[in-house]
């Protein structure tokens, strides 16, 4: 009997990403949303599932391989990285079956996936429950914006209202839903030798009904800055990059100390474009989002240890 995790992959959620013309209307309403939602979380959640199988099956079953831990001295728990390549026959595989353009260069996608779980608790070195909700699901881009240094500026360039709209997933019933297309301009280092990035993409966040858990799919829109819904894609001197991610925030039996806790899994595929090899650069992602980990977790707790007022101050600027 297939799964869900048997599926093949499929065209959406890719590197070669989305053009602004596949995008619904903004005035879309939730119900005529559903089928576009569908086809996104049909794809991310299974491909989401395979790095960290419910049922407990090692990633490597999926093609993800392994490499050597990282810790942190922000993080009580240490970070897990994998990598996984999908072949340049697997994505032509894909562009038949599902008779999408093909993209005018075709290379391997490498998926670069941390993996780590915490205690739920707003202390020192982890952080709770409530805390990844506000942070990563309701309030993402505010929130990375304020931990990652590299960000200089982020908008969201256009917004569905999704309402109270719920779709069926595999049996699983997901809601609470946030899209939107968000540009984000970051700095390279070193400074002065490389010109900033600008990605854009289309973030869709859903929560699991009858469940903590919930996932955020990051499609990259590859012609952002062509497009009226661009603008820090237009700036001068920036290079328009592209990445694709998915990640998924659940509560699970329990972390390394024998606690509740919250596993957490990203993976991304990612081309920075301008003079940097793609090769170059998946050498260092994995390393690179394995830092997003205590980048948030050492933020997190100079938050808590802000004033109410300031606190109220920051928790305002990110409704």
């Known amino acids: 009997m297939s799964t869900p995790l048997d599926r093949p992959l499929g065209p959406l959620v890719r590197l070669w990403g989305l053009a602004t013309a596949q995008l619904p209307p903004t005035d879309t309403s939730p119900a005529e949303l559903a089928p576009f939602v569908t086809s996104l979380l049909r794809e991310g959640i299974p491909f989401t599932?395979?790095?960290?199988?419910?049922?407990?099956?090692?990633?490597?079953?999926?093609?993800?391989?392994?490499?050597?831990?990282?810790?942190?001295?922000?993080?009580?728990?240490?970070?897990e990285v994998f990598e996984r390549v999908v072949s340049t026959s697997s994505l032509e595989e894909i562009v038949t079956r599902e008779k999408v353009a093909r993209p005018a260069k075709l290379s391997p996608e490498t998926w670069a996936c941390r993996r780590s779980v915490h205690t739920d608790s707003a202390t020192t070195g982890t952080a709770s429950w409530e805390e990844f909700v506000r942070?990563?699901?309701?309030?993402?881009?505010?929130?990375?914006?304020?931990?990652?240094?590299?960000?200089?500026?982020?908008?969201?360039a256009a917004h569905w209202d999704c309402g109270d709209l719920e779709v069926d997933i595999d049996g699983e019933i997901w809601g609470g839903m946030k899209m939107s297309v968000v540009e984000v301009r970051h700095k390279i280092a070193p400074a002065g030798l490389l010109n900033d990035r600008v990605f854009g993409v289309l973030m869709l966040s859903a929560a699991l009904k009858g469940a903590d858990e919930f996932v955020v799919l990051s499609v990259s829109v590859n012609d952002l800055a062509a497009s009226q819904l661009g603008s820090l894609s237009k700036e001068k001197g920036v290079v328009f990059g592209a990445y694709t991610s998915v990640e998924r925030v659940r509560k699970v039996a329990e972390a390394g100390d024998g606690k509740g806790g919250i596993g957490w899994i990203m993976a991304t595929a990612s081309d920075a474009k301008g003079v940097l090899p793609v090769w170059v650069q998946a050498k260092a992602v994995t390393g690179l989002i394995a830092k997003d980990v205590p980048m948030f977790l050492g933020w997190v707790a100079k938050e808590r240890a802000k004033t109410e007022d300031e606190r109220i101050a920051f928790l305002r600027n990110m409704s």
């Open 49 to 79: 599932d395979s790095i960290s199988p419910k049922d407990g099956t090692q990633p490597s079953a999926s093609g993800w391989v392994q490499k050597p831990k990282k810790t942190y001295p922000e993080s009580a728990a240490p970070v």
């Open 135 to 156: 942070c990563y699901r309701e309030a993402h881009r505010e929130a990375e914006a304020a931990f990652t240094p590299e960000v200089i500026a982020s908008r969201d």
